[in-house]
């Protein structure tokens, strides 16, 4: 066990390099900034860091520590510097920075839901002097549109 960021987190020395835990590293410091494990490897692809692959003595060991839940029988090790990389890049990425943008969100989404989703009043958010504006195909806000057809029935 070490200390990192004022917690104990379990860690092996491999090959005279000290890896973490990257599952206990992602409960303790990460899941409050991402949704999912899932995300932290995708950011990991991003970031060309690839992590160590434990193996059976080391998931054991794992287990009996409790950095890892009883039914898991695999996990990755991570080195203090790459997860400092990977915990920079979870707490600099702008929820709200311009979609596609290097630290944004996934392009696939919006900020009014899904890419996928379309309702016709959907848009995104881009960075403009002064704040944030609305990009959207429709230049009415969703309440301008609903009042537009207010009028037109009547």
Request: hydrophobic share 35%; with cysteine; aromatic share 6%.
């Amino acid at each position: 066990m070490v200390d990192l960021r004022g917690a104990k987190v379990a860690s092996f020395t491999v090959e005279g390099c000290e890896l973490i835990c990257l599952p206990q590293a992602f409960d303790l410091f990460l899941k409050h900034l991402v949704g999912g494990l899932h995300t932290v490897y995708t950011k990991l692809k991003r970031l060309e860091i690839t992590p160590v692959v434990c193996n059976v003595e080391q998931v054991r060991i794992l287990r009996g520590l409790g950095a890892i839940q009883p039914g898991v029988n695999r996990c990755k090790l991570i080195s203090r510097k790459d997860f400092e990389t990977l915990y920079n890049d979870c707490t600099n990425a702008s929820l709200w920075a311009p979609i596609g943008e290097e630290g944004g969100r996934d392009p696939k989404l919006t900020a009014f839901g899904s890419g996928g989703m379309r309702s016709g009043v959907g848009g995104t958010l881009e960075r403009k002097e002064g704040g944030l504006a609305a990009k959207s195909g429709a230049e009415k806000s969703l309440g301008e549109q609903y009042l537009g057809l207010k009028e037109e029935q009547g």
